[in-house]
């Protein structure tokens, strides 16, 4: 596996443990009234968007991480410049 690989697999990994943080905090949610109710909602969807984010690969941290050769290089010239060779 490449280097990028095992990134992205650790990524997806720790929207399963965000998954699990969502999952772990539900009956605790359901168990409140008033405004903590409010707040352990909130919590719980804050974890499941962000799992979301992560098992989807997080392409804004993947693209910080591995950044596309493509868009870095600059185009080659030749020593004499632009002429073309006759």
């Known amino acids: 596996m490449k280097p990028k690989d095992i990134f992205s697999l650790a990524i997806r990994l720790l929207g399963l443990f965000f998954i699990y943080l969502a999952a772990r905090s539900a009956p605790v949610t359901w168990n409140t009234s008033g405004q903590a109710f409010v707040s352990a909602v909130l ?8 799992a979301w984010w992560l098992l989807g690969g997080a392409p804004l941290l993947m693209q910080r991480a591995y950044p596309d050769k493509a868009k870095d290089e600059k185009p080659e010239t030749s020593p004499q410049g632009d002429k073309a060779d006759a």
């Open 43 to 50: 919590v719980v969807a804050l974890f499941v968007a962000v």
